[in-house]
């Protein structure tokens, strides 16, 4: 049912119901609702490069159905921390490149 969803918004909209569906009728939880980030791996790597952190591997590791009926997309990143000097020189040339110049 998922993958044929046509657009991403109504994938994410399944995804945030059949957590709150998991959360308060399968599982029948007491904890509050840590609802998933539903983010593709380009906007990860967006996250971590903007908040100063350089991406040296990145891994899908596929569909997992850990205790629940409906798979989770999963990924792995190795980091690492840029020195604040070399981030505001990659900023500054990405805005460049975004101007065009």
Known sequence: MFFD????NERLSFLWF???FNHNFINRS?????????RT???WEHIFNRIGFKVLKKEHLGFASIGSLHPVNRGFFVLEKVNS????RDLSEQAL???GL
């Open 18 to 20: 059949a957590d709150w």
């Open 5 to 8: 969803l046509p657009g991403r």
């Open 30 to 38: 007491r904890q509050p609702l840590v609802p998933g980030n539903y």
């Open 85 to 88: 000097k070399d981030l505001l």
């Open 41 to 43: 791996m380009e906007e």
């Open 97 to 99: 490149l975004d101007k």
